[in-house]
């Protein structure tokens, strides 16, 4: 909402000093008629820069300072302008106070500033006021106590009994009052309108209580009703275009002015709290129930944002607490086949874990222990990701060495009783060719164990081609050397390495780039080479 309009101080007009003066208003003879005193107003005229060009009614705060900056109003008010379609204005300054302007406001011979705040924007720069206000301090000096002449008794009206006490031609005597009340509260009068009572407002000149006469605070509303209609405490209604505020302002060093009320931001049936010293929304629920914090258009139940691109922008939630039951924060869907997840910091066995939870299943899923242990299916992981189950992979394993193992054929541990196996093989490729020679074919019931696989190489200065896989091959390979090393020399299988029923162990030497294709396990070799493989069928 906030209209988008400034305020025009060049536009600022001052009345005549008869729109100031106290004026009193009497009938034909005053010593014995009710005086009736007429506010003290000052008439300002002025126009605002009104965008849309649409007549409008807008919020003003009219302040009065002693200086031209900074500093605590001496006086303000709250009125609703008008404005016709090109922002002209016409106000009473002092028109929401049953007095007007108060006489002592100009009694010090200082100068005066006022200051103009239109809606929800900043206060407009201050202009000074001109002469014609301080004519209230000379009318003054016309009165006793602000009153005139005419409202007292003289010496000689004493002497001569001429003292009346005759009410305004028109108007009925007032009924005697009677009645009594308590020390510190506030009276009224019951419902003949004749005797005074208590009221349930106390005031001891520090504190003030509604329904309590031992208030705490400057304002202490309390009562007793413990049934749902006690609830209805405090309500501020009103149909304002403008929404209904309440405003709670620090004038210390490092305060700020905050307004919470009803649509007062946007004018779309939201609630929210306002920084008025930031000129920031800070919290917004809006009319379709959507909670706003840095936003005031929230998409979701609860949307949080913030326009901080710094490194500190990343801080924009956290929960901390103290609890033995760590911090949680819960996801449950409630429909047909929903589960209601949580994670959080040690909530699952309280050392300092990371964990994902389902309530549902009352199952761990995700566990991160204090000491960066990954688990899956397990909440005391040894190794730095430990799954308790099956792990499944389109794409194979890759292990430090840089090869990928695709295949479960030399991964899985046998079983049965244990038979020695050996078998030798030569390998000469010709130029530009490949030797191949099977090792060993797995029989259909066993599974063979390679426990050992050598090579002697038969010739010095040979080199290596590329052998590569395709889907379903696995390929072990001594690493590249230039010059080999006299004697056997040790192919690295890392470890034991199994076959599965079926597979052929081929040993191959290649002068050129060629493939090791799927079933075959291809033990790579330099040329002109004798390779031994040991182990064992089971």
């Known amino acids: 909402m906030r209209p988008a309009i400034a305020f025009s101080a060049a536009a600022l007009l001052f009345s005549s000093l008869s729109s100031f003066t106290q004026n009193t208003l009497t009938s034909p003879s005053p010593e014995n008629q009710v ?96 002469a014609v206000p301080y004519a209230l301090k000379a009318a003054d000096a016309e009165t006793l106590g602000g009153k005139p002449s005419s409202s007292f008794v003289t010496a000689e009206q004493l002497s001569s009994n ?26 009224k009068f019951d419902s003949s309108g004749t005797n005074l009572i208590n009221s349930r407002l106390f005031d001891d000149g520090t504190h003030i209580g509604f329904g309590t006469q031992s208030p705490t605070f400057q304002f202490d509303e309390q009562n007793t009703d413990a049934s749902a209609a006690g609830s209805n405490m405090f309500r501020i209604q009103t149909p304002s275009v403008n929404g209904a505020t309440m405003h709670f302002i620090s004038t210390s060093a490092n305060g700020r002015h905050f307004g919470f009320g009803s649509n007062f931001i946007l004018g779309t049936g939201e609630f929210g709290i306002y920084d008025y010293t930031a000129n920031a929304n800070r919290f917004l629920i809006a009319g379709n129930g959507n909670i706003g914090i840095g936003t005031s258009t929230p998409q979701f139940n609860f949307d949080l944002q913030n326009s901080d691109s710094t490194a500190a922008g990343a801080n924009i939630f956290r929960l901390r607490t103290p609890s033995v039951n760590g911090a949680v924060m819960h996801f449950q869907s409630t429909s047909a086949n929903g589960h209601d997840y949580a994670f959080g910091s040690n909530f699952i066995l309280g050392n300092g874990e990371f964990g994902i939870y389902d309530y549902t299943a009352n199952a761990n899923r995700v566990f991160i222990t204090a000491a960066g242990n990954v688990g899956i299916g397990t909440s005391s992981p040894t190794a730095p990701l430990d799954v308790n189950g099956v792990i499944h992979t389109t794409g194979g394993l890759k292990f430090a060495d840089g090869t990928v193992q695709n295949t479960a054929s030399s991964t899985q541990s046998p079983t049965g009783p244990a038979q020695p ?55 072990v390979e001594h ?58 069928l089971y």
């Open 35 to 130: 005086q009736v005193s007429v506010p003290r107003l000052v008439r300002l005229s002025g126009s605002l820069n009104n965008v849309d060009g649409q007549p409008r009614t807008v919020g003003v705060t009219l302040s009065i300072y002693r200086d031209e900056q900074g500093g605590t109003p001496l006086w303000q008010e709250v009125q609703n302008v008008t404005l016709d379609a090109n922002g002209r204005y016409t106000l009473l300054l002092g028109s929401s106070k049953a007095e007007g302007l108060p006489l002592d406001l100009f009694s010090a011979g200082e100068a005066r500033w006022l200051g103009m705040r239109v809606d929800q924007d900043q206060e407009q720069v201050r202009t000074p006021l001109v």
């Open 162 to 187: 001429k003292v009346q006490t005759s009410l305004a031609s028109g108007t009925t005597a007032l009924a005697a009052v009677t009645g009594s009340g308590s020390q510190n509260i506030v009276p």
């Open 421 to 475: 196996f050996q078998a030798s093989v030569g390998l000469n490729p010709a130029n530009n060719g490949c030797d191949s020679q099977v090792l060993a074919t797995v029989p259909a019931n066993n599974r063979l164990a390679i426990e050992l696989v050598t090579y002697v190489d038969a010739t010095f200065g040979d080199y290596f081609y590329s052998v590569t896989t395709t889907a379903g091959g696995v390929k």
């Open 479 to 536: 690493f590249v050397h230039t010059f080999p090393e006299q004697g056997t020399q040790y192919v690295p299988i890392g470890g034991r390495l199994y076959a599965d029923p079926g597979t052929q162990v081929t040993a191959k030497a290649c002068l050129k780039n060629d493939t090791c294709t799927s079933p075959n396990l291809c033990i790579i070799v330099p040329p002109r080479s004798t390779v031994t493989l040991s182990g064992f």
